[in-house]
């Protein structure tokens, strides 16, 4: 289960089991404290990887590509619901950020 932030008014951070917390709120060793043996806490920016991968509207599709990669569900079936989701729309951006998630290594 992953529940963000809603505070979060900064899009470079982390995400961890629970939480997304924007990186000018991280204490040098937030990482350390969080990370007590029940959950993997990982790091990355993944605003700036969706900008790279053509806009920062996209970091939403990003992470569900990180997060496609820690849950047991097929990656067809992920990008079946996006296509279901975003049709012709948008679609070959939207499987780009996808699987630039899934690519990221955390």
């Known amino acids: 289960e ?7 008014k900064e899009p470079s951070g982390y995400i961890g089991n629970y939480s997304a917390i924007p990186e000018s709120e991280l204490s040098d ?4 404290k969080l990370e007590d043996g029940k959950r ?6 993944a605003f700036e990887k969706a900008v790279e991968v053509g806009s920062e ?9 990180v997060l496609s ?9 992920w990008k079946e619901v996006l296509t279901n989701r975003f049709g012709t729309k948008m679609l070959d951006l939207n499987l780009k950020a996808f ?6 290594r955390f």
């Not at 992953?2 to 979060?8: A, G, K, Q, R, T």
């Not at 060793?29 to 350390?32: A, L, T, V």
Request: hydrophobic letters at 45%; charged letters at 25%; proline letters at 2%.
């Open 40 to 45: 993997k806490v990982i790091t990355l920016n």
């Open 69 to 77: 990669k820690l849950l047991d569900l097929p990656e067809k079936t």
């Open 99 to 104: 699987d630039a998630g899934r690519a990221m």
């Open 57 to 65: 509207l996209l970091v939403n599709t990003l992470l569900l590509g």
């Open 29 to 32: 060793n937030i990482k350390e």
């Open 2 to 8: 992953v529940h963000l932030n809603s505070e979060v």
